[in-house]
């Protein structure tokens, strides 16, 4: 007489994350806050702040930068404004298009995974002395994670039992090798650090994941996870593990976050949108 079977399957997808199996989503410390991107306030080195309003997600790169309108020195109203962004070669620059009837604003529409430098250098119409230097806003792109599903056993070899036992102890175990969906983009010349995959904290979640039925939690802050599953006597069914992978950091979101200026002393904002 055959004996009602427990079965598991593999697929994968991803987000921020990964689905690890499924019917159904550094050589240094690991980077795990927005603190562990910014390096001494220098804007060559690190971003712009350390609380995470300069820190984006591949999915909402989307931000305006805005200059202060007067001059922190002489205190009179600035006239003109040039945006701009600095090229991969980290010597030369590229226009950036101020926002129509607001010049102290520059929206950046779709920033890609990786470094980005970009200045604004603002003039007054009667210049006091010398005209203020460029401020520089330092911002860093996370690339998308991308995950590839591993399992110890393939189908061929059977990745079911008997449901009047238990899972077999130690026996199905599910892994998922982390990347960048795509190469961050680096600036030459610059003490910005080559980020990699490894060099960033992150946190795992896996769940179970049976029909129509809500996803369960089984195990958290893990890379691998190891299948343990009750007896159901006279019952057969199949069901998956959900492999889910996000970064440790969390982005600043907000309609306003202050950045800084280099080399400049009046604050400077960025705002997300």
């Given amino acids: 007489m055959n004996k009602p ?8 997808c991803c987000l921020a994350a990964v689905l690890l199996i499924s019917s159904g989503a550094c050589a240094q410390t690991p980077v795990s806050t927005p603190a562990g991107l910014y390096k001494n306030g220098d804007y060559q080195q690190g971003t712009s702040t350390d609380d995470g309003s300069t820190v984006f997600c591949a999915e ?27 090229n991969t070669d980290g010597t030369t620059f590229s226009p950036l298009t101020a926002v129509s009837g607001s010049p102290y604003k520059a929206t950046v529409p779709t920033a890609s995974p990786g470094w ?4 604004v250098k603002a003039t007054t119409a009667t210049p006091a002395g010398c005209e203020p230097d460029p401020t520089y806003y330092t911002v860093y792109v996370l690339p998308k994670l991308k995950v590839t599903p591993r399992a110890n056993k393939t189908e061929a070899e059977g990745i079911s039992w008997c449901s ?13 090798t ?4 795509t190469e961050p983009r680096k600036i030459t010349g610059k003490q910005l650090t080559d980020y990699t995959v ?3 904290a992150k946190h795992y979640a896996w769940y179970r994941v049976e029909g129509s039925n809500p996803r369960e939690l089984v195990g958290t802050d893990q890379a691998t996870y190891t299948l343990d599953d009750a007896a159901e006597a006279g019952t057969a069914k199949t069901f998956g593990v959900q492999l889910e992978v996000k970064y440790a950091i969390t982005p600043k979101r907000g309609p306003a ?7 400049s002393t009046a ?3 960025l705002r997300q949108s």
């Fill in 257 to 263: 976050a202050h950045i800084p200026p280099m080399p």
């Fill in 178 to 181: 982390v990347a960048f969906e």
């Fill in 60 to 86: 909402g790169s989307t931000f305006t930068l805005v200059s202060s309108q007067t001059d922190p020195v002489s205190n009179q109203a600035y006239s003109g404004y040039v945006w701009e962004e600095m």
């Fill in 267 to 269: 604050p400077e904002p």
């Fill in 164 to 176: 009047e036992n238990p899972a077999p102890a130690g026996v199905f175990t599910f892994t998922g």
């Fill in 5 to 12: 079977l427990h079965t598991i399957f593999a697929f994968a």
């Fill in 198 to 200: 490894e060099d960033f």
């Fill in 116 to 119: 980005h430098i970009y200045r």
